[in-house]
């Protein structure tokens, strides 16, 4: 655009635009073009991201809010106008060669996080070198169409925006026209609370007999019903194992992998519940391998995940550029304090910052508890029996309770060292190395986490009860997997099928009481979950969901007992490749290949399904699975038998 200063008929600062070319592009012309560029660049991300899902759907999760299909070209629209700013300064004080500069920089800018998304294995360098080099040949051709492109891209880009927040929102009121529109389940129904304690060992709750008291809540609540002591989940990561618990399938049958979300073949509790007249919702903090994105929402009426936080500018994070130059600063941050020294004005500063800039993301139980409680008294029809399904990530790394909550075990992270630690450190390091202190540390933040969830529970419950809820519901209490703190020299969770990974609590109270035992000693799988739901709420009959309802271990078998194909019966945990942050620096036994297991009352049979290799352990005398009895000569026909009934569940097709 050519910009003459001296003639109110063309564009200046003070005058407004007026787009005749791009030869010579004024201030207001930068802002425009900024503007449009920030669009485009959003609305090219948020196509790449589609599209290579589309392309490769088992091997994309988009792990953000499903908002981003507006929020990114909201964000980039933001991002660029203030860069836009500079840019038209530099073009009032910098002549031509800042006029032929800043379009090519804004173009560049636009594509890059296209390419970012498309290829993120690749250095971001060659990203901008390609976009620079892009930029160069396109930015003459817009010259050429500078008023037309400026003028429609800019208004029809900005003007989609709302299109797509309402085809969001929208989607939303249809689903929950359609739950209102269905009718009410038979009279009696009662209400189904399912909570999954996100990453919580069996064997770190006093409910299993561990000295701390660190489930004085759930102790309470297994008084009422039935507690489970060897309850095992079907994965030790969160996705395979929600996803087992929602339709009956084991992992192998479904498929699901650290990037692939679950598919469509297979019905999930909540459609099956909701299409027979369940009001169905969920809240989780697991917002990565939870959230809608991976499948899990599906029959779902209301489903609550991601947090668009305004204080830690979570919404405009969405953003590639944003997100990345986000990470740079807290890099250069960490760089800073490093080399300041500690106790200075300067340093403590610079360290609020880091914290501010590295703060977690999740939410934390009390926000599930809020956010659950205020969807129980909104809902447009408060006599419908509902299915809620709670996810809890308190005990997650890292292993701090939220600002306030205290610590009951231990004193806490008291030094720089030991925030750091927790934080910052505990992903890279070696902490099979770790000093008895941040051992000692580690089990108690650990072990505080789970007192801090265990409190938020008994918060929830005494609400429930208060509001005349808590009597006519069911309420299963378990955990998608455990975690290793040291056991087998590895850490965390989706790196072994060893006990502290794969036992997990399971407590369940129905309305009119225990019915029974309090007791179920005998080993069962998360994968019954479903049909023992179904059973438990009448609907039965028809289930499409395999495995035998669980109240059979504690009542006579109802003629509506769902599960009437139980040739596979069997308790069985698969991984098929090791987490893949390599939380124990390659220590995990999945390196070697995917492992499945059996546990079939005292003994446990891993195999890895690579290199054939076989681990046997007699789970009442070697709880810590240190003694491998899969070679002693006595053991040959308990390791047949459990090889065959392996390969009878999982035909090595699925392998």
């Known amino acids: 655009m050519a910009v003459n200063h001296g003639n109110p008929k063309h564009g200046s600062l003070g005058s407004g635009p007026t787009l005749v070319g791009l030869n010579r592009p004024g201030p207001w012309d930068v802002l425009a073009m900024a503007a449009a560029c920030g669009l485009a660049a959003g609305w090219l991300e948020v196509g790449t991201r589609v599209l290579c899902r589309a392309i490769h759907p088992t091997g994309r999760l988009y792990m953000m809010s499903r908002h981003f299909v507006w929020l990114v070209p909201l964000a980039n629209l933001l991002l660029f106008f203030g860069v836009g700013l500079f840019l038209a300064v530099l073009t009032k004080v910098g002549g031509r060669p800042g006029s032929w500069l800043c379009p090519r920089l804004l173009t560049a800018a636009a594509i890059l996080p296209a390419l970012l998304v498309a290829g993120p294995g690749v250095y971001p360098w060659a990203w901008l070198l390609l976009a620079w080099g892009i930029a160069l040949r396109l930015v003459p051709w817009l010259e050429r169409s500078a008023r037309r492109w400026l003028t429609v891209s800019l208004a029809a880009m900005l003007g989609f925006v709302p299109v797509v927040a309402g085809l969001v929102f929208g989607g939303d009121w249809l689903k929950q026209r359609r739950e209102t529109s269905r009718p009410l389940p038979p009279a009696n129904s009662p209400n189904v609370l399912l909570i999954v304690l996100d990453t919580v060992r069996a064997d770190h709750l006093s409910l299993y007999g561990y000295p701390r008291a660190t489930s004085r809540t759930l102790d309470r609540l297994a008084q009422r019903g039935i507690r489970f002591d060897e309850a095992r989940a079907t994965a030790p990561w969160t996705l395979p194992s929600h996803a087992s618990l929602f339709t009956g399938r084991w992992p192998h049958e479904l498929d699901v992998q650290w990037v692939t979300p679950l598919r469509?073949?297979?019905?999930?509790?909540?459609?099956?519940?909701?299409?027979?007249?369940?009001?169905?919702?969920?809240?989780?903090?697991?917002?990565?391998?939870?959230?809608?994105?991976?499948?899990?929402?599906?029959?779902?009426?209301?489903?609550?995940?991601?947090?668009?936080?305004?204080?830690?500018?979570?919404?405009?994070?969405?953003?590639?550029?944003?997100?990345?130059?986000?990470?740079?600063?807290?890099?250069?941050?960490?760089?800073l304090r490093d080399r300041l020294t500690p106790g200075q004005p300067l340093h403590a500063r610079v360290q609020s910052l880091i914290q501010w800039l590295l703060a977690p993301s999740r939410k934390d139980a009390g926000s599930i508890n809020r956010e659950f409680l205020d969807w129980l008294a909104n809902r447009p029809e408060p006599g419908r029996p509902f299915f809620a399904f709670l996810n809890y990530f308190d005990a997650h790394t890292p292993y701090l309770p939220p600002e306030g909550a205290g610590f009951r075990f231990g004193p806490g992270p008291r030094t720089l060292a030991d925030y750091t630690l927790l934080v910052e450190q505990w992903k890279t390091i070696d902490k099979a190395s770790l000093i008895p202190h941040f051992r000692e540390l580690v089990r108690d933040s650990y072990d505080n986490c789970l007192a801090y969830l265990d409190d938020r529970l008994a918060e929830l419950f005494e609400t429930l009860h208060r509001l005349g809820v808590l009597d006519r519901t069911v309420v299963i209490v378990t955990a998608d997997h455990g975690e290793e703190l040291g056991e087998h020299k590895l850490f965390e969770h989706g790196e072994s099928l060893y006990r502290p990974e794969i036992r997990v609590p399971l407590v369940i109270v129905v309305p009119a009481g225990s019915q029974g035992p309090g007791v179920v000693p005998e080993t069962v799988s998360l994968r019954d979950l479903p049909?023992?739901?179904?059973?438990?709420?009448?609907?039965?009959?028809?289930?499409?969901?395999?495995?035998?309802?669980?109240?059979?271990?504690?009542?006579?078998?109802?003629?509506?007992?769902?599960?009437?194909?139980?040739?596979?019966?069997?308790?069985?945990?698969?991984?098929?490749?090791?987490?893949?942050?390599?939380?124990?620096?390659?220590?995990?036994?999945?390196?070697?290949?995917?492992?499945?297991?059996?546990?079939?009352?005292?003994?446990?049979?891993?195999?890895?399904?690579?290199?054939?290799?076989?681990?046997?352990?007699?789970?009442?005398?070697?709880?810590?699975?240190?003694?491998?009895?899969?070679?002693?000569?006595?053991?040959?026909?308990?390791?047949?038998?459990?090889?065959?009934?392996?390969?009878?569940?999982?035909?090595?097709?699925?392998?």
């Open 531 to 655: 049909a023992t739901i179904v059973d438990l709420t009448g609907l039965g009959a028809n289930s499409p969901f395999p495995g035998r309802s669980l109240t059979r271990l504690w009542r006579a078998p109802s003629p509506a007992a769902a599960g009437e194909d139980c040739d596979d019966e069997g308790v069985i945990s698969e991984l098929t490749a090791p987490n893949p942050t390599n939380p124990s620096l390659g220590r995990s036994p999945a390196a070697r290949g995917p492992l499945s297991s059996l546990a079939e009352g005292d003994y446990v049979y891993i195999r890895s399904e690579k290199d054939g290799r076989e681990l046997l352990f007699h789970e009442h005398d070697d709880p810590d699975e240190l003694v491998n009895r899969a070679r002693i000569e006595g053991m040959q026909p308990i390791l047949e038998r459990l090889r065959q009934r392996l390969d009878r569940i999982k035909p090595r097709n699925y392998r």
């Open 264 to 335: 469509g073949q297979f019905p999930t509790l909540a459609a099956y519940l909701g299409s027979r007249g369940y009001a169905t919702a969920g809240f989780v903090a697991n917002t990565e391998y939870c959230s809608s994105d991976t499948g899990l929402d599906r029959g779902f009426t209301h489903y609550e995940d991601y947090v668009l936080d305004f204080a830690h500018l979570r919404p405009v994070r969405t953003a590639t550029l944003v997100e990345r130059g986000w990470t740079a600063v807290a890099t250069l941050s960490l760089l």
